[in-house]
């Protein structure tokens, strides 16, 4: 795995620039969003069956507009959402005051997090690891907060781009998970860095990203050991 070439301020500074630009249409596309009580239905099924049916303290980091976030609330959970473009969250806010769920959100760094050690039961992210300059760090500071026993729940996929897109052009040497992993890779890195446990399986649903999936969608689970 490469390093960053550059000072991770400058390539946070411009993975912030980038989603802040992006969060006025980001949950226009049919992947990203809800977009159909079947898509919103689907993904509840596929939350409630990975973080369990007892009630959670959750940290979704990077949250983004708040899709995981307000799916995990109405199912019951205790959520936090921390994201590091304030735009995301005021669409995140917007959407939160539209529905008769409780979500706490708050602008933080998914690497150095603004919480206690073992405060939390669940963590998931979606779509996170391939933005991050450490995502190894991220990981490490991940099973930091999370209490031991509890698990981190991450979405995620490969994507393989041919090309680096919009600013990304301009940073994606400086990611070591650019245009995401495998899932078997990604369930190496996890346990290298100490989760136990690691299982994944596939998201190839339609339903869930409201067309057919053009990359390989997982959802992948860890447990900090006790």
Same mark, same amino acid.
């Given at each position: ?19 802040? !630009? ?35 303290? +959750? ?12 799916? &995990?609330?109405?199912?019951?959970? /205790?959520?936090? !959402? ?11 806010? /917007? ?24 405060? +939390?039961? %669940?963590?998931?992210?979606?779509? %996170?690891?391939?933005?991050? $300059? ?14 031991? !026993?509890?698990?981190?729940? &991450? ?24 245009? *995401? ?11 290298? /860095? !100490? ?14 990203? *409201?067309?057919? $999936? ?13």
């Amino acid at each position: 795995m490469t390093q960053p070439t550059r000072g991770d301020a400058t390539v946070k500074e411009l993975v912030r620039q980038h989603w802040n !630009g992006r969060a006025g249409t980001f949950d226009e596309e049919s992947h990203h969003g809800i977009h159909s009580d079947e898509q919103h239905d689907r993904w509840l099924s596929v939350l409630r069956e990975w973080a369990g049916d007892d009630a959670h303290r +959750v940290l979704d980091v990077g949250c983004g507009t708040g899709v995981v976030s307000l799916l &995990l609330a109405e199912l019951g959970h /205790e959520v936090v !959402g921390v994201d590091f473009a304030p735009e995301m969250l005021t669409r995140a806010r /917007e959407k939160a005051r539209r529905t008769a769920c409780s979500v706490a959100l708050q602008q933080g760094d998914a690497e150095t997090l603004a919480f206690p050690d073992a405060t +939390v039961e %669940l963590l998931t992210a979606r779509h %996170l690891v391939w933005t991050l $300059p450490n995502p190894t760090a991220a990981l490490q500071e991940w099973q930091r907060v999370v209490e031991p !026993g509890g698990r981190i729940l &991450l979405i995620e996929g490969y994507w393989d781009h041919d090309e680096p897109w919009d600013e990304y052009e301009d940073m994606y040497d400086d990611l070591p998970m650019y245009d *995401g992993r495998p899932p078997d890779e990604l369930a190496d890195v996890l346990a290298d /860095e !100490g989760f136990s446990d690691v299982t994944y399986e596939p998201l190839v649903d339609a339903t869930l990203w *409201g067309r057919e $999936p053009h990359h390989d969608y997982y959802i992948m689970s860890g447990v900090v050991p006790r």
